[in-house]
């Protein structure tokens, strides 16, 4: 079993639709998480991070499940914009030294 | 602004020669930076993990005599593709975070990649 695995898509929605999505991990012990998002060709960048009490960002909120070791992303109102492949990532340890482990990614289509 | 910056951003080479691509941390000093690699709607494959002052721990399967990391100061990180090979061709990117008690203080920062090509 992958460390971490995220269903890879492509999710294909209208503009306007709500699309949520999530990101399994294996190791109970872990410690922080992370939604980056990649655009084609491009570097990741940072969406949010995963807090156990759940977060929002707009249109974007994350949550934790850690009994079932899973995070979330749910987009609302997705815009054309949205479209990119959405990275979970997740770190065992506290440390800023620790190891990060990358989910191969969701990618997401928004069509007009 | 970028607070991690990867240099080059494109680079053709020919087979057998060496590249070399750095890695600073622009406004933060990183005791750790991270080398990955990606191919084309692939997904980011940790390569090896840059340890300043002290040798790069590399993934299994990676040559560390082919993928020379140096990480001689704080705030910056070099990763030389040796003997450059076609095979060899891919998007390379580094990425850094903060030295802090906490991940969840400093999360991980990318380079914009480097773009690879050998012929």
């Known amino acids: 079993r992958k460390e971490v695995e995220q269903d890879p898509g492509p999710f294909n929605v209208p503009e306007g639709a709500t699309v949520a999505f999530n990101c399994t991990y294996s190791n109970s012990a872990s410690q922080s998480f992370f939604w980056y998002r990649q655009d084609c060709r491009k570097e990741p960048k940072l969406l949010m991070s995963v807090y156990s009490s759940g977060n929002e960002d707009g249109r974007f909120t994350a949550q934790l499940n850690r009994a079932s070791q899973y995070i979330s992303l749910l987009i609302r109102d997705s815009k054309l914009s949205d479209s990119a492949t959405y990275l979970c990532v997740v770190t065992p340890g506290y440390s800023s030294a620790s190891k990060i482990i990358f989910g191969s990614g969701t990618r997401l289509s928004i069509r007009p | 602004g970028a607070v991690v910056s990867q240099h080059p951003s494109r680079v053709i080479c020919k087979s057998g020669t060496s590249v070399k691509i750095e890695c600073r941390s622009l406004?933060?000093?990183?005791?750790?930076m991270f080398w990955y690699r990606q191919f084309p709607k692939k997904s980011l494959m940790l390569m090896a993990t840059?340890?300043?002052?002290?040798?790069?721990?590399?993934e299994q399967g990676v040559e560390k005599d082919k993928f020379l990391i140096n990480h001689a100061s704080l705030t910056l990180s070099t990763l030389t593709v040796t003997s450059a090979h076609p095979e060899d061709s891919s998007f390379y990117i580094c990425s850094a975070r903060a030295n802090s008690r906490s991940v969840r203080d400093s999360p991980l920062h990318f380079g914009n990649g480097t773009r690879l090509t050998v012929t």
């Open positions: 406004d933060f000093q990183a005791t750790t």
């Open positions: 840059s340890n300043e002052g002290s040798k790069a721990t590399y």
